[in-house]
């Protein structure tokens, strides 16, 4: 098993940055590939960015594209979302997720994912 606890959300003006932060225990969590997905209001769940367990290989939805970037510090346990430039079309409960996978590869689709976090809201002003 393992645990998931998003931080970091909060209400920011357009133009603004926020970092969430998503801190796992359980397994080790180096073996695992992690993602961020999003709910926004009334909205299905969509894919945001994904990081390889290594950290080594990144993938972003073309939404986010040159706005956000996604990293990991396997020593802390921890994945990182850096969010600039938001824009209010970003407000979304933000969730991270954890697929136990090694090697290169990371992960786009929702289902591919083994646990999840609870979320965390982001809301961005106009």
């Known amino acids: 098993q393992v645990q998931l606890v998003e931080s970091g959300g909060g209400l920011v003006q357009a133009g603004g940055s926020l970092r969430l932060s998503c801190a796992a225990s359980?397994?080790?969590?180096?073996?695992?590939?992690m993602g961020w997905f999003r709910r926004p209001p009334g909205k299905g769940r969509e894919f945001v960015a994904a990081?390889?367990?290594?950290?080594?290989?990144?993938y972003n939805a073309d939404s986010v594209k040159g706005r956000f970037t996604i990293s990991r510090d396997n020593a802390k346990n921890t994945v990182y979302l850096q969010m600039n430039s938001l824009k209010p079309e970003d407000t979304a409960v933000y969730y991270c997720?954890?697929?136990?996978?090694?090697?290169?590869?990371?992960?786009?689709?929702?289902?591919?994912?083994?646990?999840w976090g609870q979320g965390t809201q982001v809301t961005v002003s106009s």
């Open positions: 997720a954890a697929k136990n996978s090694g090697g290169s590869y990371y992960y786009t689709r929702s289902y591919e994912y083994d646990y």
């Open positions: 990081i390889s367990w290594s950290g080594t290989n990144t």
């Open positions: 359980g397994r080790t969590f180096s073996s695992y590939a």
